[in-house]
């Protein structure tokens, strides 16, 4: 009984004492529907991440990161059912890979005091993070996206883009139509004349639009798709003979998905990126050897190294990384969601520390600060090898035109502070 | 001739191939909705599942191969052969057979004398059942589906159309491909239907499930043909879109564009679901080249629906429908 009653109380003493709680990252994922075959290699990259910290180095400063995946379908109210049923297990940061689901949970995030990162989609202006204090889209924003297209194709033309006709492809979605007003008033700064082309959801019938594009031969065509939209849209401008190396998508336009169906005659196809290509990085070697070859790799191990699976991994470790920022400032290792946000608020990627991540030139340099929640919002261009299967950069990173953007987001964020009676301030 | 009544033209005929490609989809809910009044839900996801199925076998890809590693360890994807196209898709259609009789036995067969609504139901169950089968089946990865068919500008129609008009009009060679098929896949139904046994049991079962079961008539058979029927149609369908966009699970999707067509066309009538297609794609088409930019474009989707919304007012049974008339 004595016996009893000594380890009774032992166990006690130990569950009363500070016990390390896991660092918690939701995953809001989309394994199924009509956008799966994009959001399965996101939530790999993701979840392989930080997998890796936790067989490698034993978590996140010594804390284990835990991944609770929830399956959105890319639908709206379901990412708000899956923030509703995760918010409550510690979650420290959403990345919900939608830009309809951001919009819905701004508002939520914000007054549930839960930090939100939308890398490069979302509501551009939440940049502004003296209205938006819990959203953060570094290291590039759709706005930063538009620019970097614009200023590319002002290099390939001797700086000039006047009488140019330059054609926008989109989702007929509040996605696809973020870029217009920047892409209007860059038309306005270098003269060229610009063609919108919306597509319906799914855009799987785009015959339209392209006979358009025929028609009015522009030089060149800019896409914000997303699912298959992009693959029938590269397919119809192969039919036509349209110019690959004219034809420039958004970077969720610029997956392997997207290019394969269409086969030899996507080689040349150009697509926007933040982040570099391929797999070949010392991280991907402990990548293999801890998670993969382990046999704890999310999903098959089939996507290490698509543009998508890199992706996810790099939002993982820029979460990780904001996450040591947060323990540091804050002295503890069991952080909070507000402690997170100061975190991700202090956040500066060096290349000497993406270089010791294993991760040498992967992605650009960026700091984050109370104005400036979406970093520099730097992008370069990566061209399909059709033959090899392949992206390649073939730029370097080029920084969007500040001069136009700047004013935009800080219209669009004053607007939304009147609406929500917000008081923009950096503490 | 004006610049814009030759971008009409070409509209127009584009219309008209898009408008065929919407009646393969339709085909195959007019085959099972003509033969036991279900409106199958699940044809959409069908195309998908069919598709799915041929590439795989074309790749020699070991079905449920996620399911098998996860559960049995390893790293089985592949058989290392491939299957030439013809043969895979005998081997597809046989799968549709297989899927058509289980559909009848484990599904239809105990909703016999049901309502409507109770099979409609039955078929939505069908359709999500199916999208998961074929995911965990085949994964959900994009795939490139190459049976050989041309793609992109038919040279001829671009030459002639210069040589007259002085501009060459694009016609998708996949687009003139699907019209070819699709008239012989009509022409093919018509003459199953009013030259063989199983023809006209099945139009018997249409016009009376009763009387058809009383001179010997099985019902079970007759149904698993036309589902194997759908099935076939589903895999047609599948492909002619498969080319154009791989295979993935939007394909599935491909149903709303056949629901105007059945509206327009009559539940219960191939040539109508051909006429129907026709009319919707040249419909759309046109509509969106000429009021398009003045609406902000994307006004296909929803001006097919008033389009077949618009017929629906003055002829409901459609335009080939059978009227019904309920005496009292």
């Known amino acids: 009984m004595k016996l009893k009653l000594t380890t009774l109380a032992l166990g006690a003493l130990m569950a009363a004492g500070p016990a390390m709680a896991d660092l918690v990252f939701p995953s809001l994922s989309y394994r199924t529907g009509p956008y799966a075959a994009n959001g399965i290699p996101f939530a790999d990259g993701y979840a392989d991440y930080f997998t890796l910290l936790n067989e490698r180095d034993?978590?996140?400063?010594?804390?284990?990161?835990?991944?609770?995946?929830?399956?959105?379908?890319?639908?709206?109210e379901k990412g708000v059912e899956c923030y509703e049923s995760t918010k409550g297990e510690g979650s420290l940061l959403y990345q919900p890979l939608s830009t309809g689901i951001t919009y819905q949970l701004i508002p939520k995030v914000t007054a549930d005091g839960i930090p939100m990162h939308s890398m490069g989609y979302g509501r551009t202006s939440a940049k502004n993070g003296s209205v938006f204090n819990y959203i953060f889209n570094y290291p590039a924003n759709y706005w930063d996206g538009a620019s970097v297209a614009i200023k590319y194709l002002l290099s390939e033309n001797g700086d000039s883009l006047e009488g140019k006709k330059i054609a926008l492809v989109y989702h007929n979605s509040a996605y696809g139509k973020e870029p217009i007003r920047t892409l209007e008033e860059l038309a306005k700064k270098h003269g060229y004349e610009l063609i919108l082309l919306?597509?319906?959801?799914?855009?799987?019938?785009?015959?339209?639009?392209?006979?358009q594009v025929r028609r009015d031969r522009p030089d060149y065509v800019i896409m914000w798709g997303w699912g298959v939209m992009n693959s029938v849209a590269i397919q119809e401008a192969v039919n036509i003979r349209f110019p690959m190396d004219h034809f420039i998508g958004i970077w969720w336009s610029g997956s392997e998905n997207d290019v394969i169906p269409a086969g030899e005659g996507a080689d040349g196809y150009k697509a926007l990126t933040f982040h570099n290509v391929g797999s070949d990085y010392?991280?991907?070697?402990?990548?293999?050897?801890?998670?993969?070859?382990?046999?704890?790799?999310?999903?098959?191990?089939?996507?290490?190294?698509?543009?998508?699976?890199?992706?996810?991994?790099?939002?993982?470790?820029?979460?990780?990384?904001?996450a040591k920022t947060a323990q540091e400032l804050s002295g503890t290792k069991d952080i909070t969601p507000a402690q997170m946000r100061d975190g991700m608020e202090a956040l500066e990627i060096t290349e000497a520390k993406m270089a010791e991540l294993g991760l040498p030139n992967f992605g650009p340099e960026f700091k984050v600060s109370c104005e400036n929640h979406g970093g520099d919002g730097l992008g370069a261009i990566v061209q399909w090898d059709a033959k090899a299967k392949q992206w390649n950069m073939i730029t370097d990173y080029i920084s969007p035109d500040e001069d136009v953007l700047q004013p935009l987001i800080a219209e669009d964020s004053e607007a939304y502070a009147k609406e929500n009676n917000i008081t923009p301030g950096c503490n | 001739m004006p610049d814009q009544l030759l971008f009409a033209m070409e509209v127009t005929l584009n219309g008209l191939m898009a408008g065929v490609l919407y009646a393969l989809v339709a085909l195959g809910f007019v085959l099972i909705f003509k033969a036991s009044g279900?409106?199958?839900?699940?044809?959409?996801?069908?195309?998908?599942?069919?598709?799915?199925?041929?590439?795989?076998?074309?790749?020699?890809?070991?079905?449920?191969?996620?399911?098998?590693?996860?559960?049995?360890?390893g790293e089985v994807t592949h058989f290392g052969w491939h299957v030439p196209a013809l043969a895979a898709i005998v081997l597809t259609v046989l799968v549709m057979v297989l899927l058509a009789w289980l559909v009848q036995k484990l599904v239809?067969?105990?909703?016999?004398?049901?309502?409507?609504?109770?099979?409609?139901?039955?078929?939505?169950?069908?359709?999500?059942?199916?999208?998961?089968?074929?995911?965990?089946?085949?994964?959900?990865?994009?795939?490139?589906?190459?049976?050989?068919?041309?793609?992109?500008?038919?040279?001829?129609?671009?030459?002639?159309?210069?040589?007259?008009?002085?501009?060459?009009?694009?016609?998708?060679?996949?687009?003139i491909v699907a019209t070819v098929i699709a008239g012989l896949l009509v022409v093919a139904l018509m003459l199953f239907s009013q030259y063989t046994k199983q023809g006209r049991?099945?139009?018997?079962?249409?016009?009376?499930?009763?009387?058809?079961?009383?001179?010997?008539?099985?019902?079970?058979?007759?149904?698993?043909?036309?589902?194997?029927?759908?099935?076939?149609?589903?895999?047609?369908?599948?492909?002619?879109?498969?080319?154009?966009?791989g295979v993935q699970f939007s394909l599935s999707l491909i149903a709303l564009k056949a629901l105007p067509v059945l509206m327009l066309g009559?539940?219960?009538?191939?040539?109508?679901?051909?006429?129907?297609?026709?009319?919707?794609?040249?419909?759309?088409?046109?509509?969106?080249?000429?009021?398009?930019?003045?609406?902000?474009?994307?006004?296909?989707?929803?001006?097919?629906?008033?389009?077949?919304?618009?017929?629906?007012?003055?002829?409901?049974?459609g335009l080939f429908g059978e009227k019904i008339i309920e005496r009292v």
């Not at chain 2, 069919?50 to 559960?71: D, K, R």
């Not at chain 2, 999208?131 to 965990?136: I, P």
């Not at chain 2, 009763?210 to 492909?239: P, R």
């Open chain 1, 58 to 76: 034993g978590g996140i400063g010594g804390v284990k990161a835990k991944v609770i995946e929830c399956e959105t379908g890319y639908n709206t």
């Open chain 1, 198 to 211: 919306p597509v319906d959801h799914p855009g799987q019938e785009q015959k339209s639009q392209w006979l």
């Open chain 1, 282 to 322: 010392p991280l991907f070697g402990d990548l293999k050897t801890y998670v993969l070859d382990a046999g704890k790799a999310a999903g098959a191990g089939d996507q290490v190294g698509t543009a998508l699976y890199n992706r996810g991994l790099y939002a993982a470790m820029l979460a990780a990384e904001a």
């Open chain 2, 38 to 73: 279900i409106f199958n839900y699940a044809q959409g996801v069908m195309a998908l599942f069919a598709a799915a199925t041929l590439v795989g076998i074309m790749e020699g890809q070991v079905p449920f191969s996620h399911l098998i590693n996860a559960i049995f360890g």
């Open chain 2, 108 to 175: 239809m067969q105990h909703l016999v004398n049901q309502e409507p609504i109770i099979l409609f139901m039955a078929t939505i169950g069908l359709a999500y059942f199916l999208e998961g089968v074929s995911d965990l089946m085949w994964g959900s990865e994009i795939k490139t589906l190459n049976v050989g068919l041309p793609q992109g500008l038919n040279e001829t129609i671009d030459q002639i159309t210069y040589d007259a008009f002085g501009y060459g009009f694009f016609i998708d060679n996949l687009d």
């Open chain 2, 201 to 245: 049991a099945l139009r018997a079962v249409a016009d009376d499930h009763q009387a058809a079961l009383s001179v010997g008539i099985s019902l079970n058979f007759i149904w698993v043909l036309v589902w194997s029927l759908a099935g076939f149609v589903a895999l047609v369908a599948g492909i002619m879109w498969g080319a154009k966009s």
């Open chain 2, 266 to 317: 009559g539940f219960t009538s191939i040539p109508g679901a051909i006429v129907g297609g026709l009319i919707i794609g040249v419909g759309e088409k046109l509509f969106e080249f000429l009021l398009g930019p003045a609406l902000g474009g994307a006004t296909e989707n929803w001006f097919a629906y008033v389009l077949a919304l618009l017929f629906l007012v003055f002829r409901p049974q």
